[in-house]
């Protein structure tokens, strides 16, 4: 593997929204419960 495509690493951007869509999520539910 070369350095350009460790460094691009689209997989690890896509990897981090869904992560980022749950801790959002979390904080939505804590929000509407109280």
Avoid: G, K, Q
């Avoid at 951007?13 to 929000?31: C, G, K, N, T, Y």
């Amino acid at each position: 593997m070369s350095r350009r495509s460790a460094n691009n690493r689209p997989h690890a951007v896509l990897a981090i929204s869904p992560l980022d869509r749950d801790a959002r999520a979390a904080d939505a539910v804590e929000a509407t419960s109280e």
